[in-house]
């Protein structure tokens, strides 16, 4: 069984600090990872995608990613109570014949004014 | 109107109830999702459309039929479901079915079985 999992929180942390939020998976055969914020009440949303080992920055948002350990993280600097969400880890990993995203339950982010 | 589009954005129904969910999605992409997303649980996918040929039925029980007529419209028909088919159900879009690109979610229904 493909398995991501992710710490499920809640994460609290002050506004303008830097929030990490880590995610490990299981196939070592994942070659892409993509991380989604969920507001309350509303629908995933894709933030941040990453394909290579190392970082890769979009604004205040960093993805890392390590193969060789199995994880993936998401920095959020500058912190801002806007950032306030569930933040979800997906990898694409093979099931029989077909390729699917396996989900992690997510991460619960507060960020405090 | 653009992006995926879901209605009911709630449904309330009663477990000898028939009721259909509609998803529209206006970004020309290939593929189409359905989910189930409950509390303390990863989202779960129930079934994948690709150039409306079904690909993926991860296991769904029959209570739930999926319908693709064409690649920008998918529905789910329920009937005689169970309490604990309650759940936020989301629909999705990509440009093709190989999981290497971006979903887009639609606002999901709100189900509740009674």
């Known amino acids: 069984q493909k398995e991501v999992e992710q710490n499920s929180g809640p994460l609290s942390v002050p506004e303008g600090a830097i929030a990490s939020l880590n995610c490990t998976y299981s196939?070592?055969?994942?070659?892409?990872f993509f991380w989604y914020r969920q507001y309350s009440g509303k629908s995933p949303e894709l933030i941040m995608f990453?394909?290579s080992n190392g970082d890769k920055e979009d604004g205040r948002f960093t993805a890392q990613l390590n193969k060789a350990s199995q994880y993936v993280s998401l920095l959020i600097r500058d912190s801002q109570p806007s950032d306030s969400a569930t933040y979800l880890c997906?990898?694409?990993?093979?099931?029989?014949?077909?390729?699917?995203?396996?989900w992690g339950l997510g991460t619960s982010l507060a960020v405090n004014p | 109107e653009t992006g995926v589009t879901q209605t009911p954005r709630h449904l309330v129904m009663g477990m000898t109830n028939k009721k259909s969910l509609k998803c529209e999605q206006h970004?020309?992409?290939?593929?189409m999702y359905w989910y189930k997303q409950s509390a303390k649980k990863p989202l779960e996918l129930m079934f994948v459309y690709s150039l409306e040929e079904r690909v993926e039925n991860n296991s769904v029980p029959s209570r739930f039929s999926p319908e693709c007529p064409n690649s920008s419209h998918l529905f789910l028909h329920l009937h005689t479901l169970q309490p604990e088919d309650s759940a936020l159900y989301l629909c999705?879009?990509?440009?093709?079915?190989?999981?290497?690109?971006?979903?887009?979610f639609g606002q999901g229904t709100r189900l509740t079985v009674v």
């Open positions: 990453i394909y």
């Open positions: 999705a879009s990509s440009q093709d079915g190989q999981m290497n690109t971006e979903a887009f």
């Open positions: 196939d070592r055969g994942s070659q892409s």
């Open positions: 970004l020309g992409h290939n593929a």
């Open positions: 997906a990898v694409p990993s093979y099931a029989g014949n077909n390729r699917k995203l396996i």
